[in-house]
């Protein structure tokens, strides 16, 4: 071994002795989750070496908002027009995912479609909202900013409008996880992008077109008087948001307009899972994250103080095929198929029109299979599926975890965004593995009140919370063992 060689070692390892010391001396408390790695250079030391770094060449007329997606190329791709610059992605970044997630939904990442119309489109010439919209009431779906590396940002609070992501453990250490269509997004900012961005350049762009910077100014000063969407006005004149260690991490809504539509920025480019959506699992710890070779990945985890792996595999056509390995070495092999690509809004109009006689037919012979209303020892659909949808497993269930679970059917449902399910959505074999997902299927005709051969968040929603308000015996808006006992028992039925 040469003293080249030597030199490049010890180099090597002083960084790793400095680096975990300074891991030690800021870590946080034990009641704490960790805050995803950042470069260990401060902002003039970044924009120093940022400087000294050539970005990667574009061309003179690219949009000043393409140059930090552009650094991330091949791996991003962007195109623009006179309104929008349109970002291209599969969301699967070039650094390790899903390690440190201790709350985990058994989802894992897999590489998303969007490109061409289901680009990413961020506006070139961002306009002040009259009303701006604050993300701790508004956009618990989809994503709200864009990371220079092409993954969504989704909003730090997740989709049951409470919790944060980050404090819950749910995020790896890089503030990212698989969400429902095993589609890898980040909930925090992602400043791991400094490292290769330094702070002239934005992290992220928001929906609403307005850059994110990262922990400090573009010059590498500080950041001072950040209104309550973290942002304001640079030196510049421009308005952009910037990161911060605690909520809301990033923009905390949108200074700049946008469309609301079904709680999400609309439009935006839609996930293509290939299965139905899995149940948190309990106890579970990601402790290991592997890309052995191109398109195949393995995930570690660990159970009750065992290990168990998840290896699998993106097919040529789409598909995925997934090994469980659980901790005695026992192998489970599941393969699903791509799902069919999903028209445009247009397309889907035009096919619901031709296929309503026959989703109506397909209903009513799924409704004459369904079970006898009639049948004396049938219970009510939100008796037997309470511990289903009680999401904090604490034995009662809630009005929020029953709007919560109207929400995810909805949402598992509805290919075409349109807030609402079509017959044909269902039919075609969308839909969730959940409690209210079977009882759509089997109660198509009941939910739809106005016989339109659609069901609206507001005809779904109706039939569960009149379950709910006549089993909530005390109206205090939670449904407790007893009172579903009361709502089983004969005295209760005969009630007028």
């Known amino acids: 071994m040469n003293t080249h060689t030597l030199r490049i070692i010890a180099t090597a390892l002083s960084i790793l002795v400095v680096a975990n010391a300074n891991a030690h001396e800021t870590g946080p408390h034990e009641s704490e989750k960790r805050l995803p790695p950042k470069s260990p250079l401060s902002g003039a030391q970044l924009a120093q070496a940022n400087a000294s770094q050539p ?107 409470r919790t944060d992501t980050f404090l819950a453990g749910e995020l790896d250490e890089y503030g990212g ?9 980040y909930h ?87 299965r139905p959506y899995l149940r948190p699992l309990r106890g579970a710890a990601i402790v290991g994250w592997e890309n052995p070779e191109p398109q195949s990945y393995s995930l570690e985890y660990t159970l009750n103080r065992k290990s168990h792996f998840i290896n699998y595999t993106i097919l040529p056509e789409g598909g995925v095929r997934f090994e469980f390995v659980d901790s005695s070495g026992k192998t489970t092999t599941e393969t699903y198929d791509a799902k069919p690509a999903r028209g445009n809004r247009g397309d889907r109009e035009r096919q619901r029109g031709g296929d309503r006689n026959r989703s109506r037919a397909d209903s009513e012979e799924r409704a004459r299979r369904a079970p006898d209303q009639n049948d004396p020892n049938r219970q009510p659909w939100i008796t037997v599926h309470a511990n289903e949808m009680d999401a904090n497993f604490d034995g009662a269930l809630t009005r929020e975890e029953l709007v919560a679970e109207v929400e995810k059917t909805l949402a598992g449902y509805d290919a075409n965004s349109d807030g609402a399910i079509q017959f044909a959505e269902y039919e075609d074999g969308g839909g969730v593995r959940s409690a209210l997902g079977g009882f759509v299927k089997q109660h198509a005709h009941e939910l739809d009140a106005n016989n339109d051969t659609s069901i609206t968040r507001q005809e779904l929603m109706a039939l569960p919370l009149r379950m709910f308000q006549k089993a909530d015996a005390n109206s205090d808006g939670r449904v407790t063992p007893d009172e579903f006992a009361q709502m089983k028992s004969p005295t209760r039925k005969t009630e007028k």
Do not use: C
Request: net charge negative; aromatic share 10%.
């Open 55 to 161: 970005k990667k060449p574009q061309e003179a007329n690219t949009p000043r908002a393409a140059t930090p997606f552009i650094q991330f190329s091949p791996l991003v791709k962007t195109r623009y027009d006179a309104n929008y610059l349109y970002v291209e992605s599969n969301a699967m970044p070039d650094h390790p995912m899903m390690v440190g997630i201790t709350a985990w939904q058994q989802q894992v990442p897999i590489p998303q479609p969007y490109s061409g119309d289901n680009a990413w489109r961020i506006p070139l010439h961002p306009k002040p909202a009259e009303n701006p919209l604050s993300a701790k009431s508004n956009f618990f779906r989809g994503a709200i900013a864009l990371a220079a590396n092409g993954v969504p940002i989704f909003n730090p609070i997740k989709n049951d409008g």
């Open 177 to 185: 996880h698989g969400g429902r269509a095993d589609d890898y997004h």
């Open 188 to 274: 925090i900012a992602p400043l791991h992008l400094q490292e290769t961005l330094g702070p002239s350049l934005p992290i992220a762009y928001a929906l609403d077109g307005y850059p994110i910077y990262g922990l400090e100014e573009p010059d590498g000063s500080p950041v001072e008087n950040l209104d309550r969407f973290n942002g304001h006005v640079g030196p510049d004149g421009d308005y952009h948001y910037h990161a911060t260690k605690d909520y809301p991490y990033l923009n905390g809504g949108f200074h700049g307009e946008v469309a609301q539509r079904n709680g999400q920025v609309d439009p935006q480019p839609r996930a293509q899972g290939v």
